[in-house]
């Protein structure tokens, strides 16, 4: 499968592009570049800049997710999670950090917040119906396939 190409700006405050950790990864980790550290209390959220901005080509969106580890050690993840990126969007990439941890926790410059994912989006026609067909599931909603 070719890479696809998405333009990339680093922005004046930027620390580093986003990377992935290992080959083969789905996540790119998103770096925090704002210049002091940040300390999130209990229960508190806070937006952390990236210092990257994107260019995402037509067809394609990015997601921002939390990173497993900063949600394990310090209960730590991304409010507003999946974060949405449509392609048209230019500005910087901001990461809403939320503390669901017992103790404050400081976000420092360079620490790897988030993840970047890119992913296709397919185009979209609906088509109004009187009925839908019948499925398995049905109207089977909350709790449907078992606790």
Same mark, same amino acid.
């Given at each position: 499968?070719?890479? +696809?190409?998405?333009?990339i700006?680093?922005?004046?405050?930027?620390?580093? /592009?986003?990377?992935?950790?290992?080959?083969?990864?789905?996540?790119?980790?998103?770096?925090?570049?704002?210049?002091?550290?940040?300390?999130?209390?209990? %229960?508190?959220?806070?937006?952390v800049?990236?210092?990257?901005?994107?260019? /995402?080509?037509?067809?394609?969106?990015?997601?921002?997710q939390?990173r497993?580890?900063? #949600? #394990?050690?310090h209960?730590?993840?991304?409010?507003?999670?999946?974060g949405?990126?449509?392609?048209?969007?230019?500005g $910087?990439?901001? +990461?809403?950090?939320?503390?669901?941890? $017992?103790?404050? +926790?400081? !976000?420092?410059r %360079?620490?790897r917040?988030?993840?970047?994912?890119?992913l296709? !989006?397919?185009?979209?026609?609906?088509?109004?119906v009187?009925?839908? $067909?019948?499925?398995?599931?049905?109207? %089977?909603?909350?709790?449907?396939?078992?606790?």
């Amino acid at each position: 499968m070719d890479p +696809v190409r998405v333009a990339i700006q680093r922005l004046a405050h930027c620390f580093a /592009l986003p990377t992935c950790a290992h080959p083969g990864d789905a996540g790119l980790d998103l770096f925090a570049a704002h210049a002091v550290p940040l300390s999130i209390a209990p %229960g508190r959220f806070t937006r952390v800049p990236t210092g990257i901005a994107l260019g /995402l080509p037509a067809g394609y969106m990015a997601f921002v997710q939390p990173r497993s580890g900063l #949600a #394990a050690r310090h209960g730590i993840s991304v409010l507003n999670t999946p974060g949405l990126i449509d392609c048209g969007y230019r500005g $910087e990439i901001q +990461v809403l950090l939320i503390n669901h941890g $017992e103790v404050p +926790v400081v !976000v420092s410059r %360079g620490d790897r917040i988030a993840q970047l994912v890119v992913l296709p !989006v397919p185009q979209v026609q609906f088509v109004e119906v009187s009925t839908l $067909e019948s499925s398995e599931r049905q109207t %089977g909603s909350f709790g449907s396939s078992g606790y």
